[in-house]
């Protein structure tokens, strides 16, 4: 691939810094879908049926935030850049909503735990959106965006697994755990992760290159963005991608509580999955400068039907078992993180071409959108799935033979049938290396050509100003002459 004019790789340090705001993000995610549903649903009495309405509900709320925010990311024009307020001004509303979330004071009702999953929601858009389009600004080169991304999700999935080892030891060195625990300790590294990674990206990270903000009117943006085809091909795949994991991550939990037997170990396993995907990251970031991005993708997607099965064959006592299966799905699964964000960058180019305006937020709000719709139907199919089956996950309660099996199908079977739809889409995704060069290559003839033309228009305008006649002194000369006494 040929290299840009004036290109220069970005440094270590900027990389490094710019990944930082991934580990609030990373460490929250996962404990959220995983421990917070079980804790409001089995602990704190909301109910099965109640927790999966209302994250449906809340993801609802997203369908209107998250376009709004990437649009206004967008169009923002301050001395700051237009990502970097957003990303500040996200920083207390996610701090207050983790607090009241992750530290409840009993009693709580369904209303509770709906207003604050809002208040999270809304935080979480206006720092995801413009942090994860701002990647896309930071490098116009094919293979150097996946470096980009797979240091951010790197750093992201270290801090999760940091934030794993805590109450994994904690559990086995003073026997201090349980869903509740577990919640209190990865709330307290939030808090504390939020402000301090967010303020050191937003200081250490300058907004370059100055882009224009997109003049497009809305709606006919939206009009173009669906006439991108490899777009709806790669967000098709990321619903389905998606779907996939959200089942895994909802269920799992229920799985090692209800199924394997075991009651605060949920967490070390989570742990083990975690860390085979840290492990796994830098594998398929050099598996995709050698085969492509979407065909490594591909792969990384057969690694979990090919051993997640193995899941229905445990059963009570059976915990220690689960953590070779949780190895090697996990280390497939550190890909899609990766490879299927730098393929975004990709597509955001493809519409610059054609419509020559960057507008990478709206393009990460769509994304964000379909990702969050994945987020809350995948856990409210499974949740609503499992309570008509006769699942009961209440401390005591006497679960069906029909909801269990349905558990351990659910877990098992569940997300390897997304995973092989997900490779199907993704398999004839169409910008290649190549291809992106040639994008690349005519987006920066034609930004040379927009620079001539203003140039010749700004010195037009020069030329006309000083040519105008003075009503005073007749006209103008770039010569005045000598002065005369």
Known sequence: MVEETGYRPLSKRTIFFYGLSEMPLQVASVVISAYLLNYYAADLGVGLAAVGTIWLVARIFDGVTDPLIGYLSDITRTRWGRRRVWMVASVPLIMLSVWKLFFPDPPVDAVYFLTWMLVLWLGWTMLLIPYYAWAAELSTNY?????IVGARVWLGMAANVASKVVPVAALLLFGFGGTREVLMMIGVM??????LSVGLTVANVPEFPQYRPPTIPFLRGLVAMWRNG?????????????????????????????????????????????????????????LSKKIGKHRAWVACLM????????????????FWWMLPVAAV???????????????????IDLDTLKTGQNRAALFFSVWALITKVSLSVGPALALYLLATLGFDPKPGAVSTEQGLWGLKCMFA???????????WVAWRYPITEARHGKMRAAIVRRNARRADRETAAEAARTSAEWSTPSPARGPRRLDPGPARG
């Open 329 to 347: 799905t996990g280390f497939g699964g550190g890909s899609s993180a990766v490879l299927a964000n730098s393929m975004k960058a990709d597509v």
């Open 190 to 195: 939030t808090l504390i992760l939020v402000p």
């Open 143 to 147: 293979n150097e965006r996946s470096v």
């Open 413 to 423: 079977l569940g997300p390897p049938v997304f995973m092989l739809l997900t490779a």
């Open 230 to 286: 490899p777009f709806k091909r790669l967000m098709f795949a990321f619903f389905l991608n998606f779907m996939g994991t959200t089942v895994a991550t909802a269920t799992a939990l229920f799985y090692v509580r209800n199924v394997v037997g075991e009651e605060k170990l949920g967490i070390l396993f989570l742990l083990v999955f975690y860390l085979a995907g840290l492990i796994g990251i830098p594998f398929w970031v050099w």
């Open 303 to 318: 690694v979990y039907p090919c051993f997640s099965w193995l899941y229905l064959l445990l059963g009570p006592g059976d």
